[in-house]
């Protein structure tokens, strides 16, 4: 079975750009969740997504936005882009959406604002 | 909120020694208690998992029971390998949400 996987893996962007990150979760998992990673805020829950709707949403501003697709599949989006969004993007899926299920992580994207 | 607390790293290793990363969690209910491992430019990795009091999750040779009383849940192993050098991630999900709360992290180094 394949695992998350993530496009792309690597991304450069200039500060006021905006960029779109994707996310093919494992087949029959309905939801997806987002972390960013930084070496100075550690792991951080950005939002999640189950059967299209967003259900929970992580302490991060309205640049930050996201949806899924009816094939479960997911974007995330960030707009005006600022030095601090300069980490590395998880996105994780998970069958039930519940607290109990495990997730399982894809390999990230790296995103570098320069 | 919910919170997790892990030891501060870098922790260094001979192989074969004992390996203790402790982990303790501020939650309202019962929250569901994981571990995951990040290798080098990867992504995150469930080592084990648990999601009720007194519960041990197992894999690979690491152990971690849920300690309500303590609010702990300590990541052990018997005999590290060079090949556990990595991040180890204690982490929760509070009752009937899918949000990950996570520790800082713990990078673990062993040398043969």
């Known amino acids: 079975k394949a695992g998350v996987t993530q496009t792309p893996r690597y991304l450069i962007k200039t500060r006021g750009q905006q960029v779109t990150l994707s996310c093919s979760p494992i087949?029959?998992?309905?939801?997806v969740s987002w972390y960013q990673q930084t070496p100075g805020q550690g792991l951080q829950f950005l939002f999640e997504y189950f059967s299209e709707t967003q259900r929970n949403k992580g302490n991060f501003p309205g640049r930050f936005s996201g949806r899924q697709f009816s094939n479960s599949r997911s974007e995330m989006n960030v707009s005006t882009l600022e030095l601090g969004d300069s980490a590395l993007y998880l996105c994780?899926?998970?069958?039930?959406?519940?607290?109990?299920?495990?997730?399982?992580f894809g390999p990230g994207t790296r995103l570098t604002v320069t | 909120g919910n919170s997790v607390t892990q030891m501060e790293g870098p922790v260094t290793l001979s192989e074969e020694a004992f390996l203790t990363i402790n982990c303790t969690y501020t939650?309202?209910?019962?929250?569901?208690l994981f571990w995951y491992v990040q290798y080098p430019g990867e992504g995150l990795q469930l080592l084990l998992k648990a999601t009720k009091a007194d519960d041990k999750g197992s894999n690979k040779g690491f152990e971690a029971t849920y300690r309500k009383e303590t609010t702990s849940f300590h990541l052990e192993k018997g005999s590290v390998q060079v090949s556990d050098s990595a991040v180890y991630f204690c982490?929760?999900?509070?009752?009937?949400?899918?949000?990950?709360?996570f520790g800082q992290g713990t990078r673990l180094t062993i040398n043969p």
């Open positions: 982490a929760l999900t509070g009752q009937g949400a899918q949000k990950l709360v």
């Open positions: 939650a309202t209910g019962y929250p569901s």
């Open positions: 994780a899926s998970s069958r039930t959406g519940q607290g109990i299920d495990e997730q399982y």
């Open positions: 087949s029959g998992h309905r939801s």
